[in-house]
């Protein structure tokens, strides 16, 4: 299976900005799709963005124009820069990985906790 491990998450002030990692490693797929969600207490977990083996990409509502999604493919690191965060965006954020045959993994998750 494929793991994934993420960091780069902290304590930001409003309108501040951060950058997320997430390596992954095991028995990668090709063509893939990966992606990072977020959860915050008492609520579901939310697509936040995602990005295809070939770099297409999707993104919240709530995050286009702030955030942004990018894969390095050599690395097997998928990325997501965070600008102008506001405390809305706090929340556990977790990398995820989708490819053939139903198979799928997550994250541990990282803490992302924007002050105001």
């Known amino acids: 299976q494929v793991q994934l491990v993420e960091s780069g998450g902290g304590l930001v002030q409003t309108g501040g900005s951060l950058r997320l990692s997430c390596a992954a490693s095991?028995?990668?797929?090709?063509?893939?799709?990966m992606g990072w969600y977020r959860q915050a207490p008492g609520k579901q977990r939310d697509m936040v963005a995602t990005?295809?083996?070939?770099?297409?990409?999707n993104y919240a509502d709530s995050v286009k124009g702030r955030f942004t999604i990018s894969r390095d493919n050599a690395k097997n690191t998928v990325y997501l820069q965070m600008n102008s965060l506001k405390p809305e965006d706090t929340a556990v954020y977790y990398c995820?990985?989708?490819?053939?045959?139903?198979?799928?993994?997550w994250g541990q998750g990282t803490q992302v906790t924007v002050s105001s």
């Open positions: 990005i295809g083996s070939g770099f297409d990409t």
């Open positions: 995820h990985y989708k490819a053939r045959l139903l198979q799928e993994s």
């Open positions: 095991g028995s990668i797929f090709r063509f893939n799709v």
